[in-house]
């Protein structure tokens, strides 16, 4: 069964929120409510009988599974060998062939039982097509995975004893922990002209260590379709010059004092200048600092003709053995973009701080 419009309505308002979605919409539909529940309406009376409704719908669907929160990983690719098989991966490969999935694309299943037929730890390619990135043509291949994932929620009334409701009207709230199947969407992108391979996994509500897992499990997949993709940039070195950098605004930083304690400084909502958060406050040239291992940035572009802004924010994370190590920084994160151009943006502002790449 195809999802219904009110499922796919619930997962813009999830990835893009309300504002975006709602400009997006209007773009085919005028609407003046100022409520999500009030625009829903507006979309659900008219949706079954306009069909450049339903259209635009998909198109966001298709959007947004590709954007919100992702970790990527860049991959520079050399070997002729190697890109001759990603040439073929994207005329070659085997769609699947699950009717729960093709049916509900671009959404995810809407009825959440019905994921227990499908399997964890395997990619299900979906769509294979082209897509304008920055000026560059991509081959674009969706793959869809399972994964079980634990929540923390309120344990339900009834669940409890006559004590336990008793201690919850006193206002005690008691949570449980339940595993549930989740749906991700991930994205693989290859520019022949630029010999660039992103790797693009969904983020959604997820760990660092769950979303990291993901990423090994779509590079298992292309290797089984001989695409070898060697490895991947180390964007350690792109840290100190995104921060260093007279543009955006720092959201977060973690640096290595002298006495080797490292701290994470997260900044506060209302600072945006790039030297107003905590860490320029206590005195950046004041000797505390021995080195940065993480940094998160952020940008807000203007729309045109309207009062709104967009923004796109990235997170290198990296542990503080990294500056005293050989190890790499091979992915980052992506947070809440909801344009591909913005998603571009962000992947080459890390790209060419990279010292010497």
Known sequence: MPTSYEHQLDILLERFKFHFTKSEIKKVLETTSQSKDGFKEDILAVIANNRELQIKIDELGLLALQLDTRQIEVYNISEDVT????GSLFSAVNLTNKILIKDAFPFPIEEKTKLDSLKTGKVYPILSDTVTMGGNDYNRLVVSTIIVKEVEEPVPKTHLSKEGQEYQDDNAIYMMKRKIRTQLFHVVYWCEALSKLILSVDRNVLSLSITQDQLFLLKQFLMSNGVDSVNAVNVFGAIEPLYNSDDGYITKIGHVTTDGNPVRIPLKSKQKCLK?????????????????????KKWEFKVANTQRTVDIEVGLNGQPKMLDTAQPLSDFTIIKSKRLEDMNFAIDKVLTHIPNA
Do not use: I, N, P, T
Request: negative net charge; without cysteine.
């Open 83 to 86: 890109q001759l098989a990603l």
């Open 276 to 296: 107003e958060d905590h860490y320029h406050q206590a005195g950046e040239g004041a000797g505390h600092v021995h080195a940065k291992f993480a940094v998160s």
